[in-house]
């Protein structure tokens, strides 16, 4: 299903996992709950969407994403939600946080 007036993005998506957070990421390949991803960066904490659904949809208005990481594995995925192209450019020029 595609919002109206949005175009989805075929390689990125949010991932989130039941106690491994959530994850904007490409390359995704899943296999039941377990999912690799050829890169991601994780979301620790966003503000300006209600829900994921709507960061995948709009992106953030500010939050802390971590720097970008190849060849991840998680293993408790639970909910995998594809981006529109504004989420996707929104996400990925946000800052990296880093402590």
């Not at 050829?38 to 969407?49: Q, V």
């Not at 953030?60 to 991840?72: A, F, L, T, W």
């Amino acid at each position: 299903m595609q919002q109206k007036g949005k175009s989805m993005s075929k390689e990125y998506c949010i991932v989130r996992g039941k106690n491994s957070g959530v994850f904007f990421a490409c390359g995704v390949q899943e296999d039941g709950t377990r999912v690799e991803m050829g890169w991601s960066r994780m979301i620790h904490y966003w503000e300006g969407a209600a829900a994921l659904s709507q960061v995948s949809i709009d992106g953030i208005k500010s939050g802390r994403v971590c720097m970008p990481v190849e060849g991840r594995v998680v293993l408790d995925v639970c909910e995998i939600i594809p981006c529109t192209q504004e989420a996707v450019e929104n996400l990925l020029a946000q800052p990296e946080w880093r402590e």
